[in-house]
């Protein structure tokens, strides 16, 4: 992704696989400190890089949300990145 537009290209398709595989994922959200969001599912928040990194690693799907959420879950908050 070298710039905006491939990035937001990315995103696009990726929301598009999440919603292949089942998954409900709603409108884009920003978040105060500029972050792009989406709901996913009933339960979940990801950052649009997280769907990025899920996309890149070859688990975008239903299973790879879930370890990924029990991943952070699982992380103190204080180890988390920004």
Same mark, same amino acid.
């Not at 937001?8 to 598009?16: G, K």
């Not at 089942?22 to 979940?44: E, L, N, R, S």
């Not at 890089?49 to 908050?77: F, H, N």
């Given at each position: 992704? +070298? +710039?905006?537009?491939?990035?937001? +290209?990315?995103? !696009?398709? /990726? !929301?598009?696989?999440? %919603?292949?595989?089942?998954?409900?994922?709603?409108?884009?959200?920003?978040? @105060? *400190? $500029?972050?792009?969001? #989406?709901?996913? $599912?009933?339960? #979940?928040?990801?950052?649009? *890089?997280?769907?990025? *990194?899920?996309?890149? %690693? $070859?688990?975008? *799907? @239903?299973?790879? !949300? %879930? %370890?990924? !959420? $029990? /991943?952070? @879950?699982?992380?103190?908050?204080?180890?988390?990145? +920004?």
């Amino acid at each position: 992704m +070298n +710039n905006y537009s491939e990035k937001a +290209n990315d995103i !696009v398709r /990726a !929301v598009h696989l999440l %919603r292949q595989h089942g998954m409900a994922v709603g409108f884009p959200m920003q978040t @105060a *400190d $500029g972050k792009i969001i #989406f709901p996913v $599912g009933k339960d #979940f928040t990801l950052t649009a *890089d997280q769907i990025l *990194d899920l996309l890149e %690693r $070859g688990e975008l *799907d @239903a299973e790879g !949300v %879930r %370890r990924l !959420v $029990g /991943a952070q @879950a699982a992380t103190p908050k204080s180890a988390r990145p +920004n």
